[in-house]
């Protein structure tokens, strides 16, 4: 029985170097030399389509490099779960998790690697506020839990982002590069990326997303009206819109969403049976003249056997929408109506015969999405009239990207629709869980979010982004944007369940808190080694539930974090099923040599009666055990059953 302990592979988030030297090894086993890289065979490899200029086209900055490894640099920590702030634990799979969310996209690499469908951000915009992400490279969580009060610290301020200061978008760079690295492997290949952002950094973003992402993955840059009217901006311009920047895993693997229009009626009829007229098959705008394609201007048979021209009233030659087979084989089909005009020309009309609703393409100029105002607005009421947060985007524009983000199947004879996983991870009030909630209440999709929020201080003195002291006091609460995230999906929860009581759909979500290992790592105190000898006796940190232990496995071993949990008692020890027999884990806190063979029987026994597809991993408490036969015994009697993968904590 292996120990896993905090030094551990399976106990990390995925160590991303580790895995991409794995690929390269196994592309160009010939580049390799003691383990390492012999860059200079591999350039060899590569051939012409290696970069050897001083000087290269891309975007650089001071940090990038840090950044980089930052991204790279596997998490120890771990997502503590926190049911009684939750709404429906048992039955949701919408998660809110509470953190900084490079160290939480880190940790859910195993779990949602390449399974998001789309993700959408609206990161601060470098506005010369402070940064409140305390990105550390040697040990993130420990200052992530000293920043936010968690643990003592030394009380350290983050210093403002300042437009004054020499590096003003050198650290805004620094801070998207590496959540935008850890983003992109979460897509799936057909999965998109909106970005809200506005003038400020919108020229860098694009060139850091066409690195990360790759030029040819670019979308489009969407366009949206923030605001109306007021406004008194530099230069005497008042800036009304705002971007979202669109990118996608893979272009190829990636269909758009289009605009459903409504079916129109079929209002004629012919010997064919009933229809409605289409669009005109004649062309005639500009480039569309006889002289600009002229292989599109021919005769087609029209009534009574007169030949039919693309001809305009004042007698210009324009030319056909189709191919001349496809526009005779039409017309013969009956499928051309056309109509006389004055003059005794003809215009042609396709005959539409399908009642069906349609689509068309989605424009870059964002309508019907609402201001910024309305985001604001939308808060106030769900707070009674409070002014609590501002500056929030409004769910009409969500709404809006999930439309255009997510094709949507109008087959009603479809059983069950895709469930889609929608990630925000600058979640701020909550708005994209919001939209989120409201599409799925259409009936047209089933979507789950994944919202990650920083527990920022929210100072009313200071802040744009404030939430009112009296609301404060009366929950009991921090004054923290993380706490005001989950009251407002407690509300529109609520809101929607009085607005729609027929809706039978997920409105629930579980809460988990980013929080150091429960595995407790070796930290000794020079001091005091005999203590710190002692304490180590128990390998987990004994402030910690066996719940938060259970996440943490799902975390490392790859599970959703919604994955139903089972527990049954075998031989008086509780004992957990974890997504149907994947993982089954004990942490009794004692196991005598003498319930051994009961123990190990009953639950070769369940898995059995489970039998899983895959592999099965069963972990135990390591310190339960009453000695290393009793431990040895437990673990022969699983293998003889099948149970190989073994493990304790």
Not at 125 to 130: E, K, L, Q, S
Not at 229 to 237: A, Y
Not at 281 to 294: E, H
């Amino acid at each position: 029985m292996k120990k896993l302990t905090a030094e551990d592979a399976e106990t990390r988030s995925p160590d991303v170097v580790a895995e991409n030297v794995e690929q390269l090894k196994t592309i160009f086993p010939e580049a390799f030399t003691e383990e390492k890289v012999d860059f200079e065979v591999l350039k060899q490899l590569l051939g012409g389509v290696v970069e050897e200029r001083e000087e290269k086209y891309g975007l650089n900055w001071h940090g990038k490099r840090r950044a980089r490894q930052l991204a790279l640099t596997p998490s120890t920590g771990t997502l503590r779960p926190c049911p009684k702030e939750s709404v429906d634990w048992d039955t949701t799979k919408n998660l809110m998790i509470e953190g900084d969310n490079l160290e939480v996209l880190k940790l859910l690499q195993k779990s949602y690697s390449g399974k998001v469908k789309l993700i959408y951000i609206d990161p601060p915009y470098n506005t010369g506020n402070d940064f409140v992400y305390p990105d550390d490279f040697k040990d993130n969580i420990k200052n992530y839990l000293e920043l936010t009060g968690q643990v003592d610290g030394e009380g350290r301020k983050i210093s403002s982002n300042t437009e004054a200061s020499g590096r003003f978008h050198t650290d805004w760079l620094n801070m998207m590069y590496p959540r935008l690295k850890l983003a992109r492997n979460l897509l799936l290949e057909e999965g998109l990326l909106f970005v809200s952002i506005d003038e400020r950094e919108i020229a860098n973003l694009r060139i850091m997303l066409d690195e990360v992402f790759g030029p040819e993955n670019s979308v489009c840059e969407f366009i949206w009206q923030a605001k109306r009217g007021g406004g008194s901006d530099n230069r005497g311009v008042v800036s009304d819109h705002e971007y979202v920047v669109c990118y996608c895993r893979n272009i190829d693997a990636s269909p758009l969403g289009q605009i459903l229009i409504a079916a129109e009626p079929l209002d004629k009829s012919d010997e064919k049976g009933p229809y409605r007229r289409g669009r005109e098959l004649n062309k005639w705008g500009a480039n569309s003249l006889r002289k600009d394609r002229p292989t599109m201007f021919y005769p087609i048979p029209g009534p009574d056997g007169i030949e039919v021209y693309p001809i305009r009233n004042d007698v210009k030659e324009g030319c056909w929408r189709w191919g001349k087979p496809k526009l005779l084989k039409a017309v013969a089909d009956g499928d051309v109506e056309f109509i006389r005009r004055e003059n005794g020309t003809f215009i042609a009309y396709q005959k539409i015969r399908s009642a069906e609703a349609r689509g068309k393409p989605h424009r870059t100029l964002l309508e019907e999405c609402g201001q910024t105002a309305d985001g604001t607005k939308v808060i106030k009421e769900l707070f009674d009239g409070e002014r609590v947060f501002d500056f929030s985007k409004p769910p009409a524009l969500i709404s809006n990207l999930l439309k255009i983000g997510i094709p949507v199947s109008e087959d009603d004879d479809e059983p069950e629709k895709e469930v889609n996983i929608i990630l925000d991870f600058f979640a701020g009030s909550g708005t994209t869980a919001h939209a989120v909630l409201l599409q799925n209440t259409t009936g047209t999709y089933n979507l789950r979010y994944i919202l990650v929020q920083l527990p920022e201080q929210l100072h009313p003195e200071e802040n744009s982004q404030k939430i009112a002291a009296d609301y404060c006091d009366l929950l009991n609460k921090p004054r923290n944007i993380a706490e005001l995230t989950k009251e407002r999906l407690r509300r529109t929860t609520k809101r929607i369940q009085g607005e729609s009581p027929m809706f039978a759909g997920d409105l629930g979500f579980r809460v988990f808190k980013l929080a150091s290992s429960n595995i407790r790592a070796w930290d000794p105190n020079r001091d005091d080694l005999p203590s710190t000898l002692e304490a180590s006796i128990e390998h987990l940190k004994t402030d910690r539930t066996e719940q938060d232990i259970l996440f943490e496995l799902l975390l490392k071993l790859g599970l959703d974090l919604t994955i139903p949990i089972e527990q049954k008692s075998i031989a008086g020890k509780a004992v957990h099923n974890i997504g149907a027999g994947t993982l089954l884990v004990c942490l009794a806190e004692k196991i005598a040599a003498a319930e051994v063979e009961l123990l190990a029987l009953g639950i070769a026994a369940w898995h059995k009666e489970l039998a899983p597809a895959g592999e099965t991993t069963v972990v135990f408490r390591d310190s339960a055990f009453a000695d290393d036969v009793a431990k040895t015994n437990l673990t022969a009697i699983l293998q003889q059953h099948g149970l190989e993968n073994v493990r304790s904590l």
